[in-house]
C-alpha cells in the first residue's frame, strides 16, 4: 500500500490507506485513544481501540515518528470531516526523551533564544510551519511574476574580491592565501548582466558584517534583488516594485488563505501605486506632527519611519510609502544623482508597517561619471575593474532594488524579531543551530 498525505485522505473516504508522521497528540482514554498524526501536509485524527495497536505507545514521547494503517470513516466532529479507525500502528522513530518544550499547542512559550537553541524542533510547530511556507510563496511569487516579465534568474558568486558597498561592514575570509569577502548584495553582477539580459533578478544570501543587536537586523539574510535596463529613471523601478509586491501578495491570499488565518495576517491591498514623499519632506512632517526636528539628516530612524507609515495609513491609506531622494553623500557610490540637485540621489526606500524593506533606485550608466564617483568614494577603480567594464563597453540606464525577504515576512506577520522570520539566524552571538 502506498502511503498517502494528510491532505489527501478525504479523497480516500471508504478505503484502507497508509499514512506515515510524527506523533503529534496522544489522548489514551482508557479503553480507545484518539492519535494525532502530523506530516509536511498537516495533520490527521486517528481512533485506536484495539489494546496490541494503544500499547505500542505506552512510553513514546510526541514527535515519535510512526505508520499508521487504518479505514477512513467519516465523521462530522473530527476537524477534518473524518477519521481513520481499525488501525495498524508500526513504530519507525521512537522519541523516548521529553522535548525541551511542547510544540502541539496552540502557542509556542518558550523564550526566543530557547526556541532558537531548539529550532530543528521548534520549527516543526504548526504556526512556524504555516510562516515559512508564506516565506517560500513570497520568493515563488517573486520568481513567477518576472519570469512573467522576461526576467531571467541568475546566481551570482557570494564570494567576491572587492566590497560591493562602500564601507568596512564586510566580511573578510582567507581565499588561498589571499583575502576576500563575503558578498554584501549582488549588486554589481546584477548590473553586469543588465549588460546580457537587460531585465535580471536574483534570490539567494548577503552578508553584512555590522556589529549590531537590534530587533531588525541579522548578519545574513535573503535579499530578493532586481535590475532591469532601458528605464527612464527611478519611478519605474518603483513601478515594477509595486507589480511585484501586489502580485505575492495576492498570490498569497489565493494559495496560503489557511495559513494567513492561522497567524491572523491581514495581507494589504495595493492599488494602481504606493505613496511617495521625498525625504525632506517626510522629515519636515514628522517635525510638524511629532515636533522632532530630523530635518537635514541623511536617514530616517526607525521611529521616524513608524510615524511616516502612521500618516500613510491614516492620510494616504496605505501601509506602504516610498520615501525618495536620500542624500547624495550617504548611497552607493553608482547611485544616480538628481537631475536639478546633484546633491540629492533618484533613490528610494520602501518603508511597511514601520519599517524599511526594499532598497533601490536608479544606477550611473555612463563609465566616466561611475569611474568618477569611484575615485570621489575613495574606491580604487582596480579593485573593480571587472564591474567597471560592463560600461565601458555600453550600458543602458537602469535600476533596481533588493527586498529583505525576512523583513517584509516579519512586518507581514507583525513579529516583534527578524529572527523569529529566519530559520537559522545568523547574528553577533549565532552560528548555531
Known amino acids: 500500500m502506498q502511503r498517502i498525505r494528510t491532505d489527501e485522505v478525504t479523497s480516500h473516504v471508504g478505503e484502507r490507506v497508509k499514512l506515515a508522521g510524527w506523533m503529534h497528540n496522544w489522548r489514551d482514554m482508557g479503553k480507545f485513544g484518539f492519535l494525532v498524526l502530523r506530516d509536511g501536509a498537516g495533520t490527521f485524527q486517528a481512533v485506536l481501540d484495539n489494546p496490541e495497536e494503544m500499547g505500542k505507545l505506552k512510553g513514546l514521547q510526541y514527535e515519535s515518528v510512526l505508520e499508521i494503517q487504518g479505514l477512513v470513516t467519516p465523521d462530522p466532529r473530527a476537524a477534518a470531516g473524518a477519521e481513520l479507525h481499525d488501525c495498524r500502528v508500526r513504530v519507525i522513530s521512537p522519541v523516548l526523551e521529553p522535548l525541551p518544550f511542547e510544540i502541539n499547542k496552540k502557542e509556542l512559550k518558550p523564550g526566543l533564544d530557547v ?6 524542533l521548534g520549527l516543526r510547530h504548526l504556526e512556524k510551519r504555516a510562516l515559512f511556507r508564506i516565506s517560500a510563496q513570497v520568493m515563488a511569487g517573486y520568481r513567477e511574476y518576472l519570469t512573467q516579465q522576461g526576467f531571467v534568474e541568475i546566481q551570482s558568486p557570494k564570494i567576491v574580491g572587492s566590497a560591493t558597498e562602500s564601507g568596512a561592514n564586510v566580511f573578510c575570509i582567507d581565499y588561498f592565501g589571499r583575502p576576500a569577502y563575503l558578498a554584501q548584495s549582488p549588486q554589481f553582477y546584477k548590473q553586469i548582466m543588465v549588460g546580457v539580459f537587460e531585465r535580471v533578478f536574483e534570490v539567494g544570501p548577503v552578508f553584512r558584517a555590522e556589529k549590531h543587536s537590534t530587533s531588525r537586523h541579522t548578519n545574513e539574510y535573503v535579499s530578493l534583488d532586481l535590475e532591469m535596463g532601458f528605464i527612464r529613471d527611478h519611478t519605474d523601478v518603483m513601478a515594477m516594485l509595486t507589480a511585484v509586491l501586489r502580485y505575492i501578495f495576492d498570490r498569497l491570499q489565493q494559495s496560503l488563505a489557511r495559513e494567513l488565518e492561522l497567524l491572523k495576517i491581514k495581507v494589504p491591498s495595493i492599488g494602481d501605486s504606493i505613496p511617495s514623499l521625498r525625504l525632506s519632506d517626510a522629515q519636515e512632517l514628522i517635525f510638524e506632527r511629532h515636533g522632532e526636528d530630523c530635518r537635514g539628516e541623511p536617514d530616517l530612524a526607525p521611529q521616524h519611519e513608524a510615524w511616516l507609515c502612521e500618516h500613510a495609513e491614516q492620510e494616504l491609506h496605505s501601509e506602504l510609502l516610498f520615501i ?17 540637485d546633484p546633491s540629492l540621489t533618484k533613490g528610494f526606500d520602501l518603508l511597511f508597517r514601520g519599517c524599511e524593506i526594499v532598497t533601490g533606485g536608479q544606477r550611473i550608466h555612463r563609465y566616466e561619471q561611475l569611474l568618477n564617483n569611484a575615485l570621489q568614494w575613495g574606491i580604487d577603480p582596480e579593485a573593480i575593474d571587472g564591474y567597471l567594464q560592463a560600461f565601458k563597453y555600453g550600458m543602458p540606464p537602469h535600476g533596481g532594488f533588493a527586498i529583505g525577504l525576512e523583513r517584509l515576512v516579519m512586518q507581514l506577520a507583525e513579529l516583534g524579531n527578524l529572527r523569529e522570520a529566519t530559520l537559522f539566524p545568523r547574528d553577533l552571538d549565532r552560528l548555531s543551530p
Not at 526556541?115 to 530543528?120: D, G, K, S, T, Y
Not at 525618495?324 to 536639478?340: E, I, S, V, W
Open 115 to 120: 526556541f532558537l537553541n531548539h529550532a530543528p
Open 324 to 340: 525618495t531622494h536620500y542624500p547624495t553623500a550617504k548611497r552607493p557610490f553608482y547611485t544616480m544623482p538628481d537631475d536639478q
